[in-house]
C-alpha cells in the first residue's frame, strides 16, 4: 500500500461591489496567491502516482496543474442619462454598456523525455536540469531556454522539477451595448451589440515541452477565440 502525501493550496480571495448613484455598478474581484501552491500528486481524476524517481516522492513536489498565482476579474455596468434635451437627450438616455475584463497566470509546465532514457519503464520521465529555462522575451519560435534541458544518461533520473515552466498569461476583454426602446402599450424593442475579445488580443497557447520533439520549445497554437461580434434584437410584447 501506498501513502499518498497531502496537498497544500493557499491564497486569498477578494472582491468588491460599488454602485454610485445607480449609473456606474462596477464589480472586480482577485484571488492572488503566493507562487508555489504544491502538490504531489494531482488532487483529481488525472491523479497519478508514479514519480520521476520512485524511490523519492519529493521528485513531483511542485505546483499543481490548476495552479494560477493570479487571477484578475472585473465587470463594470454603465447606464447613461442622457445629454441635452428634446430628442438628443431621448436618444442618448438608457444606453447600458457593460465590459468584462479577465486576467491570470500561465498555467505551469512540466518538460519531458521521449523514450525511456531511465531504463525504468516508467512514462512521464524528465531531463536534466543543465541551465536557467527562463527567457527574457519569449516568442513563439523559442518560448524558453531549450538549452536549459538535457537528455539524461541512460540508467538516470532526470533532474528537472514539476512545474518549472509557465505558459502565457491570459488577459481578455468583453463589452456588450444595449437599449430598451419603449414602443407604448408596455412592449418594448431590445437593441443589444455584443463583442467579444474586444481588442482581438492573441493569447499564445502552451509551448510544447517533450524533449526531443521537432517543436520543443514552440508554441504552435493560440487559446481563445479571435474577435466575435453579434447583433441582436428582442421584441417584448
Known amino acids: 500500500m501506498e501513502l499518498i502525501p497531502p496537498v497544500w493550496t493557499y491564497g486569498p480571495r477578494n472582491e468588491t461591489e460599488r454602485r454610485e448613484e445607480e449609473a456606474i455598478s462596477p464589480v472586480w474581484g482577485s484571488a492572488p496567491s503566493p507562487p508555489g501552491v504544491k502538490v504531489y500528486p494531482e488532487p483529481s481524476t488525472d491523479i497519478g502516482n508514479t514519480y520521476p524517481d520512485p524511490n523519492d516522492s519529493n521528485t513531483n513536489?511542485?505546483?499543481?496543474a490548476a495552479d494560477r498565482p493570479y487571477i484578475f476579474n472585473s465587470s463594470v455596468i454603465v447606464q447613461s442619462r442622457g445629454i441635452g434635451s428634446g430628442f438628443v437627450r431621448q436618444f442618448t438616455s438608457d444606453?447600458?454598456?457593460?465590459?468584462?475584463?479577465q486576467a491570470r497566470s500561465g498555467s505551469p509546465l512540466t518538460p519531458s523525455t521521449t523514450g525511456n532514457?531511465?531504463?525504468t519503464g516508467l512514462g512521464n520521465q524528465?531531463?536534466?536540469l543543465v541551465g536557467d529555462p527562463t527567457l527574457d522575451d519569449p516568442?513563439?519560435?523559442?518560448?524558453f531556454n531549450t538549452a536549459a534541458f538535457a537528455p539524461n544518461t541512460p540508467g538516470l533520473w532526470g533532474s528537472t522539477p514539476k512545474g518549472i515552466l509557465r505558459g502565457s498569461a491570459f488577459w481578455n476583454v468583453d463589452m456588450a451595448l444595449s437599449r430598451n426602446v419603449g414602443i407604448g402599450g408596455g412592449k418594448h424593442v431590445e437593441l443589444r451589440l455584443e463583442s467579444f475579445n474586444v481588442f482581438n488580443h492573441v493569447v499564445p497557447g502552451d509551448p510544447n515541452t517533450t524533449l526531443g520533439n521537432a517543436n520543443f520549445g514552440k508554441v504552435t497554437s493560440t487559446a481563445g477565440d479571435p474577435r466575435i461580434m453579434q447583433f441582436a434584437t428582442k421584441f417584448v410584447f
Open 61 to 64: 513536489w511542485g505546483p499543481c
Open 95 to 101: 444606453w447600458q454598456l457593460g465590459t468584462f475584463f
Open 117 to 119: 532514457l531511465s531504463l
Open 126 to 128: 524528465r531531463p536534466l
Open 139 to 143: 516568442t513563439f519560435d523559442r518560448w
